[in-house]
């Protein structure tokens, strides 16, 4: 898409599959992580989100995995469909620094037929 | 319909000139952020306001200016000091009492320079 990236890191992942999106966040004092989904040529759109004392959380076929030991997450997609080609970001959030949002680069997933 | 709007959603500007940006949101949020997006990369939070009158820098502040006159309002200016003008830019708003998730970004416009 026009305003994602040429070298983002995809996922190519079959209609009907999971999908399993990663991310490393750096921020210990990190309180709160975010998942967006950015269709190409849109603002990005939440997802789900989890606090930083929860290690998993689940929405509708999608589920995110905290671990704070290695300060990762994920994102997994159940049953993946066409609609779900995107590209998708983590994001943490830091109370002490005013709420702002950090985000990570970005992990294209395209969902082939 | 609530939201946030930017316009336009292409804007080509010459080397060299100033380019103003707009964003406006009716969802009376306190906290309005402009992002940059580049190929390859995340969004990168270039200024935010948490009420009227009052904005901070981000992380990639320089060659870049805004205002907050108006609670609904956070025009961007990218000013002729910033060397790499073409990209992609967002912007989102938020309450202040809100919680992160609730944070909501505009459709974007995509700036290139010729």
């Known amino acids: 898409g026009e305003n994602v990236g040429l070298h983002l890191p995809t996922l190519s992942v079959q209609e009907g599959d999971n999908s399993i999106i990663n991310c490393a966040y750096s921020?210990?004092?990190?309180?709160?992580f975010i998942w967006y989904k950015q269709e190409s040529g849109k603002g990005p759109q939440f997802i789900i989100d989890?606090?930083?004392?929860?290690d998993k959380r689940q929405g509708q076929r999608v589920t995110v995995l905290l671990n704070k030991t290695v300060k990762h997450l994920s994102l997994q997609i159940a049953a993946t469909q066409p609609g779900d080609s995107a590209v998708y970001f983590c994001?943490?959030?830091?109370?002490?620094?005013?709420?702002?949002?950090?985000f990570g680069g970005g992990t294209r997933v395209l969902v082939k037929p | 319909d609530g939201g946030i709007t930017q316009s336009p959603k292409y804007l080509f500007r010459k080397e060299g000139q100033n380019v103003t940006l707009s964003c406006e949101q009716n969802?009376?949020?306190?906290?309005m952020y402009w992002y940059r997006q580049d190929p390859g990369q995340g969004l990168r939070l270039i200024y935010y306001?948490?009420?009227?009158?009052?904005?901070q820098k981000g992380d990639i502040a320089e060659g870049y200016s805004v205002s907050r006159e108006k609670k609904e309002s956070f025009p961007l200016t990218v000013t002729s000091a910033q060397k790499n003008p073409t990209a992609f830019y967002l912007c989102?708003?938020?309450?202040?009492?809100?919680?992160?998730?609730?944070?909501?970004f505009g459709p974007g416009t995509r700036l290139t320079v010729l």
């Open positions: 989102a708003s938020r309450g202040l009492t809100s919680q992160p998730n609730e944070q909501f």
């Open positions: 921020n210990s004092a990190s309180d709160y």
């Open positions: 989890i606090r930083s004392n929860m």
């Open positions: 994001a943490e959030n830091i109370r002490a620094a005013g709420n702002k949002l950090t």
């Open positions: 969802l009376n949020h306190d906290a």
């Open positions: 306001s948490q009420i009227v009158n009052d904005f």
